[in-house]
């Protein structure tokens, strides 16, 4: 989260949850049929690092069915996935396609970071080491897995390999800010000023999350509000006792579909002229989830 000094900037998302190390790879499931969204894809991309790859819209690729997965990365190396042929798997010509967050099937020109057709086996998607996906750690990127024929020919299961420190993104924590005392009512962050922070963590996935918790440490121009620490289910362990200067939640578990709310408030101590930026980031894990900062630090 950053506030200017000229204007407060609110929310960004970061979504995690992770295979059990960070080295090993993560296989997805899905189904590309009938029952999926459709777009008009794109094809011809070079690419785009920062979010723009230029590509062209097909005019053969029409009404393709399409699944989206959100996916991170939690260290320095270069992006892969594959669509792999196994036992239960029916799709036998795909395409993948990597985007920056947020991702408009109405607009699949905008924020394209690649694509690939047939890098993987026969027909099959890959993103390799080669492509040189040195994507942003930490950063949400949605994978588009689709298919190369329209009416879904060469549909049906698939498979999804993320490979290194990938893994799909399914306990989303949006972090939003508000300034409750603007001591000079021009909307920038001063001297003095006081910013209300709220960190919603939302488990999207199937499972039951284990030992949650959350950190947050306040950007060094500000200080941290003792006592404004507050979190609808688990126990503040830092936040509200004396010289406490950062923020420590034990969650414990998030069921499915589970929603925790957590609230502070932070006072404008310093102003930071080489940035002209206040952040704040939040840190979220659990056993499943490594340790992964903000997108938006």
């Known amino acids: 989260m950053r506030i200017s ?5 609110a ?5 995690l949850i ?3 190390s960070a080295d090993a790879a993560q296989t997805l499931n899905g189904v590309l049929d009938a029952s999926d969204p459709i777009w008009t894809r794109v094809f011809g991309a070079n690419v785009g690092l920062n979010c723009d790859a230029t590509s062209s819209i097909s005019g053969a690729g029409v009404d393709i069915p399409y699944d989206t997965h959100r996916v991170v990365l939690t260290s320095v190396e270069n992006f892969t996935a594959e669509i792999v ?6 799709v036998t010509d795909s395409y993948i396609f990597l985007y920056c967050d947020p991702f ?16 993987g086996a026969g027909l099959l998607s890959a993103f390799n080491d080669g492509d ?5 750690v930490g950063q949400v990127y949605i994978l588009v897995v689709s298919l190369f024929n329209p009416a879904g020919l060469g549909g049906g299961n698939y498979e999804l390999s993320l490979g290194g420190s990938a893994f799909a993104a399914e306990v989303l924590v949006e972090k939003t800010d508000m300034f409750l005392i603007d001591t000079d009512m021009d909307g920038r962050a001063d001297i003095g000023d006081r910013i209300g922070y709220t960190v919603q963590i939302t488990n999207q996935g199937t499972t039951v999350t284990q030992n949650s918790r959350l950190v947050d440490v306040p950007d060094p121009s500000t200080g941290l ?5 507050t979190t609808d289910q688990g126990t503040v362990v830092l936040g509200n006792g004396a010289g406490n200067t950062s923020v420590e939640i034990d969650i414990g578990t998030i069921p499915p579909m589970g929603i925790v709310t957590i609230d502070f408030e932070a006072t404008v101590t310093s102003l930071n002229i080489d940035t002209g930026f206040i952040s704040n980031q939040a840190i979220y894990s659990d056993d499943l989830s490594p340790s992964v900062p903000s997108n938006n630090p």
């Open 132 to 136: 040189g996906l040195a994507l942003n």
């Open 11 to 15: 929310a960004f998302t970061i979504a």
């Open 85 to 90: 042929a196994g036992a239960g798997t029916d």
């Open 5 to 9: 000094f000229i204007a407060v900037l």
């Open 104 to 119: 408009d099937p109405m607009n699949p020109q905008t924020n394209l970071v690649a694509l690939d057709d047939d890098g």
């Open 225 to 229: 509000l003792i006592g404004s620490v």
């Open 18 to 20: 992770s295979p059990t």
